[in-house]
């Protein structure tokens, strides 16, 4: 396909894209690019190691008896 050609199948396409009118599904968009419920997200790492919070917890309570 020559330049010419090729220049104005890409002419024709860029105008099919700029005015034709596309329905969009807002409602499956929105699902897709919002945030998960917190249920969804499961730490796979939790059991391997203990929580920072846990340490200084144990160790505030201790110090206290």
Do not use: C, F
């Not at 105008?15 to 034709?20: M, Q, T």
């Not at 939790?46 to 206290?64: F, G, L, M, R």
Request: net charge negative; glycine share 6%; charged share 35%.
């Amino acid at each position: 396909m020559g330049r010419g050609r090729q220049k104005a199948k890409h002419t024709k396409i860029a105008r099919e894209l700029k005015y034709d009118v596309h329905s969009v599904n807002y409602g499956a968009l929105q699902r897709e690019l919002g945030h998960p419920s917190d249920d969804a997200y499961v730490d796979k790492w939790a059991d391997e190691y203990k929580d920072e919070d846990e340490d200084e917890t144990s160790a505030v309570s201790s110090s206290q008896l």
